[in-house]
């Protein structure tokens, strides 16, 4: 898979799609970034003939989310087709829905891995933050059911400050329920742009107990090319995915941000073709255009497709870029620009260079003359998605 998804990025072969079948849900949690209101979601015809463009095209691996997926009543039926055309079949769901019979029907379906978000060990917190009591409870009662049918489950725990410690209890969890686990301190604003789910984002400080925990620091391979003086040979880089990483986005993704635009796309319940649910930049839409013609002529995939790592105006330069996990979609939101550095992935760099032994660790967008690279940047691009299916491009370009 490492080699299939390296020649993919390579030649632009599509080969993954995040499909988000609906945005709304039967959680209000406390951090989401998502407008739950159903703005025209693809019908079940529309959905099928978008699945036999994604096979057309080569898709392989297809990872369907939401919103809450088992909200749409047609969800099996979306399923069945996709087995059909032999993706790859993952799901991302808070499992609130799940019976024993779901289980054995997601078995037949030829789902192979399920992602169930779990916030706590502790029910008080978990519901404090999906805002539904019992919450806890259901979504555990789910996980045993789809371990017995041999379905890979692991529980996702997005990292705030309400529930920042409980890491080691869901790793617990994890572990006496037969499913793997994983922890992320990502919060990005709501797709509209707007900032209020950043106040549930942990400040890097309050991080450090996390990030200087053994069980969560790895020693990542390096990409060849990368000769970044100030990587201590044998060091671990402090990672709260290394946990659950292979590793092997580094080498296949050589000088590139990211898979995003490459070989991975996400499509939208409204039928819009983004390369990354977290890089809010059109493509195109489904309901107009086909997959393929999207993926091969939109003008911001090739834009995005030109740009390098090593030039990129403040990154390029950036001397502990092999702690850093940069996004593009991050950048854009953040920081106004697909290009640029943005404070929340230096202080982070910073704080596991730091960790990893290197001496006064300084980032590029921190090192003096920075802010006039930032702000010249060549291509500011400030596209944002609205929620009533269409785009609008936000007034400040450079
Ligand atoms: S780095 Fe950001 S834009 Fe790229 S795939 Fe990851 S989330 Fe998407
Ligand atoms: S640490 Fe900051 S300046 Fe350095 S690569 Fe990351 S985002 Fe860019």
Redesign the pocket.
């Known amino acids: 898979m490492d080699r299939v998804a390296s020649r993919a990025a390579r030649k632009h072969h599509p080969l993954n799609a995040h499909f988000d079948l609906t945005y709304r849900c039967n959680e209000r949690c406390v951090h989401c970034y998502l407008d739950h209101e159903d703005h025209g979601e693809l019908t079940t015809a529309e959905i099928l003939r978008v699945l036999e463009e994604l096979a057309a095209a080569g898709i392989l691996t297809l990872t369907f989310s939401g919103g809450e997926i088992f909200l749409r009543p047609d969800f099996f039926e979306i399923l069945a087709a996709a087995r059909r055309l032999h993706f790859d079949i993952s799901l991302k769901t808070n499992a609130l829905l799940i019976s024993a019979e779901h289980a054995a029907r997601l078995r037949e379906s030829g789902v192979r891995s399920i992602q169930i978000s779990v916030y706590s060990d502790e029910p008080a917190v978990h519901d404090a933050i999906t805002k539904i009591p019992g919450s806890h409870e259901r979504t555990l009662a789910a996980v045993p059911l789809l371990v017995a049918q041999g379905l890979k489950v692991k529980l996702a725990c997005p990292l705030m400050p309400q529930n920042l410690l409980a890491y080691r209890g869901v790793m617990a969890l994890a572990e006496k329920l037969g499913a793997s686990y994983s922890f992320d301190p990502t919060i990005t604003p709501m797709m509209d742009g707007s900032g209020g789910p950043l106040i549930h984002r942990v400040s890097t400080a309050a991080l450090l107990p996390v990030l200087q925990d053994p069980v969560l620091s790895a020693c990542y391979p390096r990409p060849a090319a990368q000769t970044d003086a100030a990587m201590p040979s044998g060091k671990p880089v402090p990672s709260l995915t290394s946990a659950v990483s292979s590793g092997f986005e580094f080498a296949a993704y050589e000088d590139i941000p990211c898979s995003a635009g490459h070989n991975s796309v996400y499509i939208s319940p409204y039928g819009d073709v983004l390369p990354c649910v977290q890089l809010p930049v059109p493509a195109g839409n489904l309901r107009r255009q086909r997959f393929r013609d999207i993926w091969y002529h939109a003008e911001s995939l090739e834009q995005l497709r030109a740009v390098r790592d090593s030039q990129?105006p403040?990154?390029g330069s950036?001397e502990?870029?092999s702690?850093?996990e940069?996004c593009p979609g991050l950048?854009l939101m953040e920081g106004g620009d697909v290009l640029g550095?943005?404070e929340r992935?230096?202080e982070l760099?910073?704080q596991k260079a730091r960790l990893a032994g290197v001496a006064h660790p300084l980032?590029?967008?921190h090192a003096p003359g920075?802010t006039a690279r930032q702000a010249v940047g060549p291509c500011k691009t400030n596209f944002l998605v609205t929620t009533d299916n269409s785009f609008y491009r936000k007034g400040h370009d450079a």
């Open positions: 990129l403040v990154c950036c502990i870029r702690y850093c940069r950048a550095a943005y992935a230096c760099a910073e980032s590029a967008l920075a």
